[in-house]
């Protein structure tokens, strides 16, 4: 029940767009954003729980599609700060047979370099 | 003042000892977790608790113990340690399930 992200890893100059997919074969319940930074802990993004919805953070935004069973964060005009691991967590809901908790993809290296 | 404090931050120690790792959050959350993240970097969720009462327990090994005294504080002790339990631990705490969830600072674990 582990969500597949891809890439697995991303390299970007400043200024340049990214963006990291997260995809579940059931439809799912929510799906949750954080980026981590090397030896840090991981930090919440934003999460998502409605099908066709669009969230926005400054210049990382989200989208859930209307099967629920994607979402995509957008970067947008990178910055030097973006640089981390991007991780999605999603919850399949019971009447889908997931069992609700959390599952977090293998992540998403990204790198901005000057 | 940390939302999610662990302590200690890290932990070397030989195969077979028996540690604890502690977990305080001070932000009133009802729900606190406990994931693994292994030197791939995946983060998998190890326990739930809601409450003080235990709701996910994932396929751990029985040598993993959690422990919640209070709504507050989610311990981890780990019997017999093996060197395959090396990796970083982190605890963290939501109001409530789908809710934005904030993790401590994390315990690296060496087995040697």
């Known amino acids: 029940q582990q969500p597949v992200q891809s890439p697995q890893a991303v390299i970007l100059r400043e200024g340049e767009d990214a963006v990291i997919n997260c995809s579940s074969s059931?439809?799912?319940?929510?799906v949750h954003w954080y980026r981590q930074k090397h030896g840090e802990a991981p930090v919440f993004l934003m999460i998502?729980?409605?099908?066709?919805e669009q969230k926005g953070h400054e210049k990382i935004s989200a989208s859930f599609n209307e099967k629920k069973q994607q979402s995509s964060l957008y970067l947008t005009a990178s910055q030097l700060s973006y640089s981390g691991t991007y991780f999605c967590?999603?919850?399949?809901?019971?009447?889908?047979?997931?069992?609700?908790?959390?599952?977090f993809g293998k992540g998403t290296k990204l790198t901005v370099n000057p | 003042d940390t939302a999610v404090s662990q302590t200690p931050k890290y932990l070397v120690t030989q195969m077979g000892n028996d540690k604890s790792i502690k977990c305080e959050q001070n932000?009133?959350?009802?729900?606190m977790y406990w994931y693994k993240q292994d030197s791939k970097k995946f983060l998998k969720i190890m326990f739930s608790?809601?409450?003080?009462?235990?709701?996910i327990n994932e396929t751990v090994p029985n040598r993993f113990s959690p422990k919640s005294p209070d709504k507050a504080h989610l311990n981890l002790h780990i019997n017999s340690l093996e060197l395959g339990d090396s990796a970083v631990y982190f605890c963290?705490?939501?109001?409530?399930?789908?809710?934005?969830?904030?993790f401590g600072q994390g315990t690296r674990l060496t087995v040697v």
């Open positions: 998502l729980l409605k099908g066709g």
């Open positions: 932000l009133g959350h009802d729900t």
């Open positions: 967590g999603t919850e399949i809901p019971r009447s889908q047979g997931g069992s609700e908790k959390l599952v």
């Open positions: 963290a705490s939501s109001r409530r399930r789908a809710f934005e969830a904030f």
């Open positions: 059931k439809a799912l319940y929510s």
């Open positions: 608790y809601n409450n003080k009462e235990l709701i």
